[in-house]
């Protein structure tokens, strides 16, 4: 995160805007938008500005002269918006010496605040910035932001901030007031405003109010609900429509260490979260607990999130957490995720089954059981099929190994995929032969997936994504 976004309130405090062209033209009115008392410094200043001090005479004070040290006594912003590049650079560092924020357009090295695209539906803001390195895609996606919002969206948080007191008092328990609160804002009562009909929104929202006291004192004892989602691989545009909704209404996130960052990070802001993750020899939460947390949670009202790299069901003991929630009466839904088997293979370009080389795909578990792998070893080493190890990275040369003792061509290729659909994807191409070494070799890091077959010949071929990333070694 390169700036900390951030809303100040302005209104009747003191900015400087040196600069009397177009260019601060711009500056100034965003400051008389948010009532800020602005003085302009310029040896000229354009007729915008000066018809702007005839709109705004209370916030505007023009002043047709060069800027002095002294403008900056008092001030809460200063924005630097002439064409001298030298006056802009002493403006900026007198105004970083003096700790007052300051802007100077079109030149982010200088600023220590920058100006956001930003989307208005007061008291609803959206700002938007690309760190100032492309104002050009900020003004498309503010574009964008502009047509999915009602125009109306303002009027329904006024709405909500008549009633909050209301609410508050009526409603004791902070779960009770947030689903009533997504019922009215999500339902009939946003319609009715976006429709312009407000007496009709007050009476719905009222009525919605109504039957939510009524059902207060059930609804503490009812139990919550489980969501047990799939987070995919890591990329988090391979997410699910259904697994995003979820995960924005969701009370508590357990979430495990293959979550990556950027799919955590789109749960809801304020979201209890806890930690369950397990790796080698170390386990924070046993599964036992975890299954009793999650039963736990839910029967105190609140609506439990699991989240899960992968999909749940295909090495995720998703099906053991479940189990002990249905023993236990806990409302639950399973969202399926792309397991990493599916989504690291496509972004390798490694396709898991070719009509030339492989008719069959099986996925097993590589992590030893008491310090041993216990697989049916001559099923698995035959030909025209691919092998997915998951969990395989410590195991990876007694998997190697154990293939070729039991007749497998110890050059059939091998890959590993480290990190797979995410920007610090890696792909170790090579063979039975080698590839345990070549990764030793490497600095390999979980989570990574082990796929061994004629198809990852394809890769060399196929590989699409992050192709400058791929120790490459294929066998002919």
Request: with cysteine; net charge positive.
């Given at each position: 995160m390169d700036?900390?976004?951030?809303?100040?309130?302005?209104?009747?405090?003191?900015?400087?805007?040196?600069?009397?062209?177009?260019?601060?033209?711009?500056?100034?009115?965003?400051?008389?938008?948010?009532?800020?008392?602005?003085?302009?410094?310029?040896?000229a200043i354009c007729q915008g500005i000066a018809d702007m001090a005839m709109e705004y005479p209370t916030l505007l004070t023009l002043c047709e002269r060069a800027y002095a040290k002294s403008d900056l006594d008092n001030v809460v912003l200063v924005i630097a918006a002439t064409s001298d590049q030298p006056l802009n650079a002493a403006i900026s560092a007198e105004a970083q010496q003096r700790n007052i924020p300051v802007n100077v357009v079109d030149n982010p090295a200088l600023c220590s605040v920058i100006f956001p695209a930003i989307v208005d539906r007061s008291p609803i803001q959206i700002a938007i910035t690309s760190s100032g390195t492309s104002p050009v895609m900020t003004r498309l996606l503010r574009g964008r932001i502009e047509s999915l919002l009602p125009g109306n969206l303002?009027?329904?948080?006024?709405?909500?901030?008549?009633?909050?007191?209301?609410?508050?008092?009526?409603?004791?328990?902070?779960?009770?007031?947030?689903?009533?609160?997504?019922?009215?804002?999500?339902?009939e009562v946003a319609e009715s405003v976006y429709a312009g009909n407000d007496a009709l929104a007050d009476q719905q929202l009222l009525a919605q109010l109504e039957v939510m006291v009524a059902d207060a004192d059930s609804e503490a004892q009812s139990s919550g609900e489980v969501y047990l989602v799939g987070a995919g691989p890591g990329d988090p545009d391979l997410l699910t429509f259904r697994a995003l909704r979820l995960m924005q209404q969701a009370d508590v996130v357990l979430h495990d260490r293959l979550v990556s960052p950027k799919v955590l990070a789109m749960v809801r802001r304020d979201a209890e979260r806890i930690y369950v993750g397990k790796r080698a020899g170390d386990h924070a939460v046993s599964q036992q607990n975890i299954n009793s947390l999650l039963v736990d949670l839910a029967k105190q009202g609140k609506r439990v999130?699991?989240?899960?790299?992968?999909?749940?069901?295909?090495?995720?003991?998703?099906?053991?957490?479940?189990?002990r929630l249905a023993e236990e009466g806990v409302p639950f839904q399973v969202v399926p995720g792309i397991t990493a088997a599916s989504g690291c293979a496509s972004y390798a370009g490694i396709p898991l089954t070719h009509r030339d080389f492989s008719q069959s795909v099986q996925f097993i578990t590589g992590h030893k059981q008491d310090y041993k792998l216990d697989l049916n070893w001559p099923s698995l080493a035959v030909p025209n099929q691919t092998l997915v190890f998951y969990m395989s990275l410590v195991s990876l040369g007694d998997i190697c190994a154990e293939l070729v003792t039991h007749g497998l061509p110890s050059d059939t290729p091998a890959a590993l995929v480290e990190k797979g659909t995410t920007p610090e994807q890696r792909v170790v191409i090579s063979d039975l032969a080698n590839l345990a070494d070549k990764v030793a070799g490497l600095n390999v890091r979980a989570p990574t997936l082990l796929i061994i077959g004629h198809v990852v010949s394809l890769h060399k071929k196929l590989a699409w994504f992050n192709t400058e990333h791929t120790e490459q070694e294929t066998p002919e």
């Open positions: 700036y900390l976004p951030l809303f100040h309130r302005i209104a009747a405090r003191p900015c400087l805007v040196v600069g009397g062209g177009d260019v601060a033209l711009r500056k100034v009115r965003t400051l008389c938008e948010a009532g800020a008392h602005i003085s302009v410094i310029a040896p303002g009027a329904l948080a006024k709405l909500a901030a008549r009633y909050r007191s209301k609410v508050k008092s009526m409603l004791a328990g902070e779960n009770q007031r947030r689903r009533f609160w997504e019922t009215v804002l999500d339902g999130l699991r989240l899960k790299g992968g999909d749940p069901f295909i090495f995720g003991r998703g099906g053991e957490e479940i189990e």
